[in-house]
């Protein structure tokens, strides 16, 4: 039995797992999913900032358009920081096509004109 | 002369502003003093807005887009740049900027959205040395997310508010090493989601129950001591730690920004340090409202959007239908709870059933939060835990105030 404190949304349920992955405590069915997947392959959204030029502020957010393995947090971080725009851009502009092979593509989050 | 003006273009402004022209209004005036619409979303570049408005899990800066993507659909007029300096009681509202200078615009309703901003070293008094590298969660924050600046490499946190947690892993993240986090309080004051993602992901360790008792460092910060706290969190000696570090975060709480609120005459309430706000988010000044974390501090931007909405709406009713007419009962706070907002409800002015937000002052397990009148219980709501950190939130239904004058009071009940 593991304990395990669901981070889906701020309700934050805490939840029971099982060894048949059994999944009890959980307010709705994402917690559910949430929980075997922390226990099977771990994953997270990766939000940070890329370089950008010719903007009114130097640095724009950028996000991965769908959660990462957990394990490849670091290495999706150090891709990013290679990374230089220039304005303008788009919310939602890919930033990177396929980051560190996950297959998941890294998003512009604001509006930089 | 506007119909309203806000005062503030953040998550709060925008909504309000949005919800008084879907309501009818066709001259309002956003006033904003930084550079872009947004307010504090933009440098909360992390994701988990939106759930609850939304249906979806946006970063800061993209929430802030959808809200000025609705707001570029209005005739609402923006003023950037532009800082508001006074509101009167008779609604005349002073600003200046570069660009235009000193202006007096007046209006027939005006919205106080200025947000809040952080408490500071001062405000908790830590002594020690004087040195750079001791800044505000929030500060850091803008830093790195905005400006690109990485404001130190061997970081302690204190306070466990959701700002310091969030920072614990965005200077993480970016290289910084997060020796601890440390909490004065047996708890955490941010949502327990950050604890686990922030926190637990990077094995960071937290200590509750602790505090920074001593800064050390001639130009920049070399050492915190840190120490345990007794039940009446004063430090207990012998207890003390030090940490080699050049940055200390502090996220030790935030203060609703009320000063133009105080000079227009407005009451404020000493327990939210916000107005004293009616069930339509109306203050005691006829004509002026507030809405977001001016008036309380939330933890969920969704909360202040749909607060503001409200807010927003009242303002396009008291223009175009009048002020909000009836008798008032006020909402005092009970055992176990810290404040409530709205502090007063006019039923006759409510429809259904009116929302009272507000915050309990210790943890409580199984417990059931009830609202008497006198000693007749109205209603009541089962809660499976309560915990300071997470604002709550009770839908009264209106009719159970038939007859009742005076006051009604919210309490925590342990079962």
Not at chain 2, 62 to 90: N, Q, W
Not at chain 2, 247 to 253: A, I, N, Y
Request: charged share 20%; net charge neutral.
């Amino acid at each position: 039995m593991r304990e395990l404190i669901c981070i889906v949304c701020p309700r934050g349920c805490h939840m029971q797992v099982d060894d048949g992955l059994n999944v009890t405590g959980n307010f709705c069915p994402r917690g559910a999913a949430y929980a075997k997947a922390e226990l099977t392959h771990p994953t997270r959204v990766v939000t940070s900032t890329v370089r950008i030029t010719g903007a009114s502020y130097p640095r724009c957010p950028v996000k991965t358009a769908a959660p990462v393995p957990k394990e490849k947090v670091f290495d999706v971080m150090e891709a990013i920081g290679r990374v230089t725009l220039s304005a303008p851009v788009k919310v939602g502009q890919t930033v990177i096509g396929d980051v560190c092979g996950t297959g998941v593509a890294v998003v512009a989050a604001r509006e930089m004109p | 002369m506007y119909e309203l003006i806000v005062v503030g273009g953040g998550p709060a402004g925008l909504a309000a502003a949005c919800a008084a022209w879907e309501n009818g209004l066709r001259s309002i005036l956003i006033v904003e003093r930084d550079r872009d619409l947004g307010g504090i979303l933009n440098q909360c570049i992390h994701n988990g807005f939106g759930l609850t408005w939304f249906k979806e899990e946006l970063t800061g800066p993209e929430y802030a887009h959808r809200f000025i993507e609705m707001l570029s659909k209005t005739g609402v007029e923006v003023r950037t740049d532009t800082m508001v300096l006074d509101v009167t009681p008779d609604l005349q509202v002073h600003m200046t900027g570069p660009a235009a200078g000193y202006k007096i615009e007046r209006a027939k309703s005006v919205i106080l959205a200025m947000g809040c901003r952080e408490r500071t070293r001062g405000a908790i008094g830590i002594p020690g040395t004087r040195p750079a590298g001791v800044y505000t969660a929030g500060a850091a924050q803008r830093y790195v997310n905005v400006e690109g600046w990485l404001p130190g490499k061997r970081v302690v946190i204190l306070g466990s508010g959701d700002i310091g947690l969030i920072m614990a892993r965005r200077m993480t993240l970016e290289g910084a090493k997060v020796l601890a986090c440390v909490e004065v309080m047996p708890y955490s004051g941010g949502l327990t989601r950050n604890i686990v993602q922030c926190l637990q992901d990077f094995d960071i360790p937290l200590y509750l129950s602790h505090t920074v008792t001593e800064i050390r460092g001639r130009d920049r910060v070399e050492q915190v001591v840190v120490s345990a706290v007794d039940e009446g969190r004063r430090p207990v000696p012998g207890t003390e730690m030090v940490f080699d570090c050049d940055t200390l975060l502090l996220s030790v709480g935030l203060i609703p920004e009320n000063e133009l609120t105080g000079r227009a005459g407005v009451e404020l309430d000493p327990r939210t340090k916000g107005a004293v706000v009616y069930e339509n988010m109306e203050t005691s000044v006829p004509g002026i409202f507030t809405c977001g974390n001016v008036t309380h501090v939330h933890d969920l931007v969704d909360f202040v959007s749909a607060e503001s909405q409200r807010a927003g709406a009242a303002a396009a009713n008291y223009v175009l239908r009048g002020p909000a007419a009836g008798e008032s009962v006020a909402l005092k706070n009970g055992f176990g709870v810290s404040y409530t907002v709205p502090q007063r409800v006019r039923p006759q002015n409510v429809e259904k059933s009116f929302n009272v937000f507000f915050r309990v002052n210790r943890i409580f397990g199984k417990s059931e939060i009830v609202v008497r009148a006198g000693e007749r219980e109205l209603c009541r709501f089962k809660r499976d835990r309560l915990a300071p950190g997470e604002m709550e939130n009770i839908a009264v239904p209106v009719k159970l105030l038939e007859g009742v004058a005076g006051e009604i009071t919210v309490e925590i009940r342990e079962v």
